[in-house]
């Protein structure tokens, strides 16, 4: 089976700042290219942070309210905490060097769809700066592009368990299992040789990407489980 990678799902024309770029600059690249982040980059292409939206709206935030009802955005956070001295510097912030979140966390081109989404959850991110084995930016992977895979057509996704995953990997005959899917669920009726093969059939179906759930509602013909 051939599981979608990062590669297949980046974008490759990223848009890009320097540490010297302005607030301004930044905020124009975002509205212009209807982005919501963008990386930062050194003299060698290397990410070293990202600058998005919500980095923008802190300084917004840290401006004194004109009616005077909300506090500052760093009054929010307990003095003398790192949390509150970040809230603090990127209400400051001019340039891209202090606005940014650092160190940039990023993904490698040969990465599944899972690795990326599992280091975008435990980092708590949006998106991620691909880079190549030189640490230098080749594209964007962003929640979205990992959701794409989902989008598969269910036909697509049919024959791939069909021709992939039981003729190929289990080396079924095409006869025994039939494969229904509708949205992504994947429905397995018919008869395997063996009791034990049953969820290995699951388990392998739900690897294939764009399946959203997989029931297997298959008999057998040895019970190499029983007692």
């Known amino acids: 089976m051939r599981h979608r990678n990062v590669s297949d799902l980046m974008t490759t024309a990223v848009v890009t700042v320097r540490r010297d770029t302005t607030f301004k600059e930044i905020a124009g690249l975002l509205a212009e290219h209807d982005i919501t982040a963008v990386p ?7 990410p070293v942070g990202m600058v998005s939206e919500a980095d923008l709206l802190r300084k ?3 401006q004194p309210d004109p009616a005077g009802l909300l506090a500052e955005a760093f009054e929010r956070s307990e003095p003398g905490t790192h949390a509150w001295q970040a809230d603090l510097a990127k ?19 040969e ?5 990326a989404a599992r280091v975008m959850e435990q980092h708590k991110v949006k998106r991620l700066p691909v ?12 929640r979205a592009d990992l959701l794409r895979v989902f989008l598969r057509r269910d036909q697509a996704v049919r024959e ?5 995953v039981l003729v190929g990997t289990l080396r079924l005959a095409p006869t025994d299992v039939t494969v229904n899917v509708v949205d992504g669920q994947v429905t397995l009726t018919g008869t395997v040789e ?6 290995l059939v699951a388990r392998l179906c739900r690897g294939v990407d764009g399946v959203v759930s997989v029931e297997a509602r298959l008999d057998y013909r040895l019970d190499d489980e029983g007692a």
């Open 194 to 199: 063996r009791r034990s093969l049953i969820p």
């Open 40 to 46: 930062v980059v050194d003299d060698n292409d290397r």
């Open 131 to 142: 880079v190549n084995e030189a640490g230098q930016l080749v594209g964007l992977v962003s």
């Open 111 to 115: 990465w599944t769809v899972v690795e």
């Open 60 to 62: 917004q935030a840290g």
């Open 160 to 164: 791939e368990i069909m021709d992939d």
């Open 91 to 109: 209400a400051a912030a001019t340039s891209a060097e202090w606005l940014m979140t650092t160190p940039a966390v990023t993904a490698r081109p």
